[in-house]
C-alpha cells in the first residue's frame, strides 16, 4: 500500500469515534522506534500494551442516551467527515427537542405521580426520562434504512414524530403549570364562583307557621269588628274588646326587640301584634340580606377567587382544593361573621385540621392538568397572545424542534452515504482493504 494511502488511513483512524479504542491503545502504547534497523519490521518495538479495555464510564452512557452522539446514527461500514458533521447537526436538534420537550412536561409528569409523596420527584423524573429515550431511540433507529427495512424504520419515524407532538401539545401546558399556577387555581375557582353567586336568594322566613296562625286570627277578628256599629254602646264595647284582645301587648317589658318579645312573652300578645311584630322582624332580615349581599359583593371584589370560594362555598373548594387560602388573613375577616348570621349566605372563615397551616394545592392532580389545558389552548382559541407569555413561547419552540429533528432524520436516513455505512458490499470491502495492508507489510 502507498505511503499516501497509509497516511489517509492513519487520518481516518484518528478522526472516526468508532477508532476511539484504537486511538487510545496507541497513545498508551510504550514502544521504541529504531528507524537504521537492517530489519524493517524490528524498527517498531513495543515494550508494554496497556491492559484493560477501553470502556465508557456509565454516566457517560447514561448523558448519551440523553445527548446522542452523531455517529450513533449511521452504521459502521463507512463514514466521512461531512457526513458524521451533517449527523452530528441531525442528532443535535433530535437530542434537543427531546430534551426541551421532558423539561417542558416534567410539571404534568410531577402532578401525576403527586400520590406518591416524597418519592413523586424521582418517579416524574424516570418517566420523563424515560419517554426522552424512547424518543431518542426512536429516531435513531429509524436512520437504520436498507431496502428491505424502509416501511420499519418509516414506523420509527412517524413513533418519534407522534411522541414528539404529545410532548409538544403538553410541553405548554407544562409551563403553565409553573409559571401561572396561582392564576390557574384563581380562574377554576371564579367558575364556580359565578356559577352559584347568582342564584342566592333570601328565602328566611322568621316564625312563618306563627304568621300564618296569627294572620289568620287577626283578620277574624277585623271582620268581627266590621259587623260591629260603633254608634251603638254595647256593640262600641265589644269592639274596644276586640280591639284590646287582637293588639294585646305586655306590660313593663324590658326590650322592644321583636324577636325577644315573640321568644318571651309570645302567649301574652295579641294576634295582631304577633303578625306587626314577625313582619317587622322579616323586614329587618331583608334590609339585613341586601346589606349583606352587598358586603358579599364587596369580598368577591377584594379577595382573589380561590379565598372568595373557600369562604362562600366550602363544600365545592374542598371538591377542588385543599390548603387554607385565607392564611393569616382570618383576623382581618372575623369583623364580617355578624353580617351573615342568620342569613343563608355561607360564610365560613373556621377550619379545624391539618390543612389548616398548608398552602393551596389541587385536591385532584387530573383537574390541575384538565384546567391548565382548557386554559392554555382557550387562550390560543380566542388569540389571546399578550396573555400567553412564556407558555407560548415553549410551544412554539417545541414545535419547531420537533417538525425540524423529523425532517432532518428522514433527509439523513435517505442519503446514500448512510446506506452505505450499514452496506454489507461496503463492508466487505473494508475487510478486502486491511487485507491487502497486511499483505503490503
Known sequence: MSLTRRKKFLSWLKTNENSKH???????????????????????????????????????????????????????????????????????????????????????????TKAAGIFALPLSFGYGYFLLIMSNKAGEYSM??????????NILLLIFFLLSLVKTLSAGVGIDLVSRSGEIKNLTA????????????????????????????????IEEQSKLNKKRRKQLDIYNSLDKKMNRSPLNIKSSDPKFLLDNYSSQLGSCTKVNLINKLNDQNKFKFKNSQSIRSNLYDRLPAISALYVFQ?????????????????????????SFKDTNIEFNIDCFNKECNKSVEWSNPGKAINEASKQF????????????????????????????ATILLYASSIDIRNRASRSEDVENWKDQYFQEMNEDN
Not at 34 to 54: A, E, M
Not at 60 to 78: A, F
Request: glycine share 4%; net charge positive.
Open 377 to 404: 389552548y382557550g387562550r390560543i382559541i380566542n388569540k389571546e397572545w399578550d396573555s400567553l407569555g412564556l407558555s407560548y413561547i415553549g410551544f412554539l419552540i417545541s414545535i419547531l424542534l420537533s417538525s425540524t
Open 314 to 338: 366550602r363544600n365545592k373548594y374542598n371538591d377542588v382544593f385543599s390548603g387554607n387560602p385565607i392564611l393569616g388573613t382570618e383576623t382581618d375577616l372575623k369583623k364580617y361573621v355578624k
Open 144 to 153: 437504520n434504512r436498507p431496502k428491505d427495512n424502509n416501511q420499519t424504520a
Open 22 to 112: 484504537l486511538v487510545w491503545e496507541a497513545a498508551n502504547t510504550e514502544v521504541m522506534y529504531d528507524p537504521d534497523h537492517l530489519d524493517p519490521t524490528q524498527r517498531l518495538k513495543i515494550f508494554d500494551i496497556p491492559v484493560g479495555k477501553y470502556k465508557k464510564d456509565f454516566f457517560k452512557k447514561l448523558w448519551e442516551n440523553v445527548w446522542v452522539p452523531g455517529y450513533k446514527l449511521r452504521g459502521k461500514s463507512y463514514s466521512d467527515r461531512n457526513f458524521d458533521a451533517q449527523l452530528s447537526q441531525t442528532s443535535t436538534i433530535m437530542s434537543l427537542s427531546s430534551f426541551f420537550d421532558m423539561v417542558c412536561t416534567a410539571p404534568i409528569l410531577f402532578y401525576l
Open 190 to 221: 371564579e367558575k364556580f364562583i359565578h356559577v352559584k353567586s347568582s342564584r342566592i336568594q333570601n328565602n328566611v322566613i322568621f316564625y312563618e307557621d306563627l304568621l300564618k296562625s296569627s294572620k289568620k286570627d287577626c283578620n277574624r277578628l
